[in-house]
């Protein structure tokens, strides 16, 4: 019978490039410091487990002006 856990250290390290894009936001992605690319697209994705995913927003934030009504 199989069973749904990792067997083996590379299964873990393959599961552990997995992430989540929400909707209005994106991933920054980074490797040893250095800007690899991002990731806009909403959904579950993959990369390589080394890189560094940071969560930005993309929400417009809207500024009101005080001469303006």
Same mark, same amino acid.
């Given at each position: 019978?199989?069973?749904?856990?990792?067997?083996?250290?590379?299964?873990?390290?393959?599961?552990?490039?997995?992430?989540?894009?929400?909707?209005?936001?994106?991933?920054?992605?980074?490797?040893?410091?250095?800007?690899?690319?991002?990731?806009?697209?909403?959904?579950? =994705?993959? @990369? $390589?487990? %080394?890189? *560094? =995913?940071? @969560? $930005?927003? %993309?929400? *417009? =934030?809207?500024?009101?002006?005080?001469?303006? =009504?």
């Amino acid at each position: 019978m199989g069973h749904w856990y990792c067997r083996k250290p590379t299964d873990r390290s393959v599961l552990a490039g997995f992430f989540i894009v929400q909707p209005n936001q994106a991933k920054v992605m980074t490797l040893f410091g250095s800007y690899v690319g991002s990731v806009r697209n909403t959904g579950l =994705r993959w @990369t $390589i487990p %080394l890189f *560094i =995913r940071q @969560t $930005i927003s %993309l929400r *417009i =934030r809207k500024r009101q002006n005080q001469g303006q =009504r």
